[in-house]
C-alpha cells in the first residue's frame, strides 16, 4: 500500500458503484486521504436510499479493514439549495445543454464547487456512457502516469463553456467501464462492497431499482443486469411502453382522450360477435 499523501482527495461519493469504486482505490490500494463530498437533493426520490448506502458501506467497511477510519474523513454535506447561485456557471450549462442533453446536476455541483473552493473535485464518470463523456473525449486529456493517471478538460480550450463549467473537475476512471471496475475488485479482494451500491435515480415503493431511469439503463447495458430484480429487468425491456405512459401523464388533455379511445368497446357488425 502506498504511503498516504498529505492532500485528502476531494472525491463526489455518491454511494454508487463508480464513485465506491474509486473510493476503494483510493483507500485500499493507494492508502489515499480520501475527503467525501454529498450534495443533498431532497427532491430526488433516491437521497434517502444513497444515504442510507453509504452508511452500510463505511459500516461494513471500518468492521472488515480498520485501517481505513482514519483515511476516510467525515462526509462534507451541502445541501443543493443552499449552493450559490453563479451566473456565468448557469449561462455556461445553459448553452452547452442546447447542444447536448446535459444533466442540471453539473451545474449546480460546479457551483458547490467553486464556492467551496475546490478545484480537483474527482468525479467518477464512465467512458461511454451518457452525454458527458461524449463532450470528455473532444475536450478532455490524460494526464498522470500509469494507476493515477486521470482526465481533465484541457486549458486549450479555456475560452469555451466546457472549460468554464467542467475546470474544477478530473475524472480518474473515465478511462474505465463497470466491467472493467468489477474485474479490478474481484482481484484485489472488494468487490463484495461494490454489490452493495445503488444506483437508480427513481426507485420503486418497496426500493428496488426502476428498470427505466438512465442508471438503470446504463448498469444494464453495461452488463450488469444480475444486480435487478426480475421485475425492473421486466420495466427495462419494456421501458419505451413506460416512457410513453409517463410522458402522456405530462400531458392530461392527452391522457384523458387515450385513456378514452382504450375503454370504448369496438363496434360488433350483426355477424359478429356469435358463437359458430
Not at 48 to 58: D, P, S
Not at 104 to 118: H, K, N, P, T
Not at 247 to 260: E, G, I, N, S, T
Request: proline share 7%; charged share 25%.
Amino acid at each position: 500500500m502506498d504511503q498516504p499523501n498529505s492532500q485528502p482527495v476531494n472525491l463526489l461519493w455518491t454511494g454508487g458503484w463508480d464513485s465506491t469504486f474509486r473510493l476503494l482505490q483510493l483507500l485500499l490500494l493507494r492508502g489515499r486521504t480520501v475527503q467525501p463530498c454529498y450534495v443533498i437533493d431532497s427532491n430526488r426520490a433516491s437521497t434517502g436510499l444513497e444515504l442510507r448506502t453509504m452508511t452500510h458501506l463505511k459500516q461494513r467497511l471500518f468492521a472488515q479493514r480498520p485501517e481505513t477510519r482514519k483515511l476516510l474523513l467525515p462526509t462534507r454535506f451541502k445541501d443543493l439549495f443552499d449552493i450559490q447561485p453563479n451566473p456565468d456557471l448557469t449561462a455556461a450549462f445553459g448553452r452547452i445543454h442546447q447542444r447536448c442533453f446535459l444533466g442540471s446536476q453539473y451545474d449546480w455541483l460546479a457551483r458547490f464547487c467553486e464556492e467551496a473552493g475546490i478545484h480537483d473535485m474527482e468525479l467518477c464518470v464512465e467512458r461511454g456512457v451518457g452525454p458527458l463523456p461524449v463532450l470528455l473525449e473532444t475536450f478532455s486529456t490524460r494526464r498522470g502516469a500509469g494507476e493515477d493517471a486521470y482526465y481533465q478538460v484541457d486549458e486549450i480550450h479555456a475560452r469555451l463553456d466546457e472549460y468554464t463549467l467542467l475546470r474544477h473537475f478530473k475524472f480518474p476512471v473515465f478511462g474505465l467501464s463497470k466491467p472493467d471496475m468489477q474485474a479490478i475488485a474481484r482481484q484485489e479482494g472488494f468487490e463484495e462492497f461494490l454489490q452493495m451500491t445503488w444506483f437508480c435515480h427513481t426507485p420503486r415503493a418497496n426500493s428496488r431499482p426502476c428498470g427505466v431511469c438512465n442508471p438503470c439503463i446504463y448498469t444494464m447495458k453495461d452488463g450488469l443486469g444480475a444486480r435487478f430484480p426480475f421485475t425492473s429487468r421486466l420495466r427495462y425491456h419494456l421501458r419505451i411502453r413506460a416512457r410513453v405512459r409517463d410522458w402522456l401523464r405530462k400531458h392530461p388533455a392527452l391522457h384523458a382522450q387515450v385513456q378514452q379511445l382504450r375503454s370504448k368497446k369496438p363496434i360488433l357488425l350483426p355477424n359478429q360477435g356469435r358463437s359458430r
